[in-house]
């Protein structure tokens, strides 16, 4: 495709809840095409952070997502012989697609027994406002503020 963009697939809203962020969740958990495997996942993990927390599991997870999606990230850029580390502003659907991804790499390096367990115990941790996922977004932001300096070099 030379010129134009590639259309964006339509992602379906999981047959459970009825929706696609939810959908977008599983598809990161999936490895190896087991979306059965991801689905099973992902609802004991609902399932085992409404249990712990007397509350709506899937409202903590909106809420663990959206204390792990960082607002700005660094990139670097090369200015004559040296990189710069420049802040810019994430687009939203990958400030989405990074909250997930963290969410779902540090509940895989956790110590539970299972991967429901262990997303449960991240999910717990980031809703609120701790934990590795958690600790990740706080390091993007404060290298960020380190390399305000360099905002005004554009891409």
Known sequence: MRKSTPKKREILPDPKYGEVMVTKFINNIMLKGKKNVAHTIFYEAIDVVSEKTNENGLEIWK????????LIEVRS???????????????????????????????????EK?????????????NKSEGAAFKRKEDIHRMAEANKAFSHIRF
Request: proline share 4%; charged share 25%; glycine share 8%.
């Open 63 to 70: 809420k663990a997502l959206t204390n792990v999606t960082p």
């Open 77 to 111: 850029r090369r200015v004559g012989g040296a990189t710069f580390q420049i802040p810019s502003e994430i687009r939203d659907s990958r400030k989405q697609s990074l909250g997930m991804k963290s969410l779902i790499g540090y509940a895989r390096k956790r110590n």
């Open 114 to 126: 299972s991967m429901a367990q262990k997303l449960a115990g991240e999910i717990i941790a980031a």
